[in-house]
């Protein structure tokens, strides 16, 4: 089992940039593709960025391309999303998740974190 917790929400303007991070407990951290989802209020939770057990695969929604980089650190036991030139868009609370194969559909994940506040101003 693994447990998910991620940070580096908060209030950014736009243009601006963001970290967010999810760290996992578990031995079997490196087994797993990560992804991050985001939902926004009255909308369906979506698909941002994933990536292979290994780091060399990432997957990104149009929406992101080119301005947000998934990468993950195995040795500790952590996945990163760097955010940059963030738009009121991006707001969202936007989670963590992990799989056994990268996927933009929520239901191919077993396990979630509890989800991190970004609110991009305008």
């Known amino acids: 089992q693994v447990q998910l917790v991620e940070s580096g929400g908060g209030l950014v303007q736009t243009g601006g940039s963001l970290r967010l991070s999810c760290a996992a407990s578990g031995r079997t951290f490196s087994s797993y593709r990560m992804g991050w989802f985001r939902q926004a209020p009255g909308k369906e939770r979506e698909f941002v960025a994933g990536i292979g057990w290994s780091g060399s695969s990432t997957y990104y929604a149009d929406s992101v391309k080119g301005r947000f980089t998934i990468s993950r650190d195995n040795a500790k036991n952590t996945v990163y999303l760097q955010m940059n030139s963030l738009k009121p868009e991006d707001t969202a609370v936007y989670y963590c998740?992990?799989?056994?194969?990268?996927?933009?559909?929520?239901?191919?994940?077993?396990?979630w974190g509890q989800g991190t506040q970004v609110t991009v101003s305008s």
């Open positions: 998740a992990a799989g056994t194969l990268v996927s933009v559909t929520p239901s191919q994940y077993a396990y």
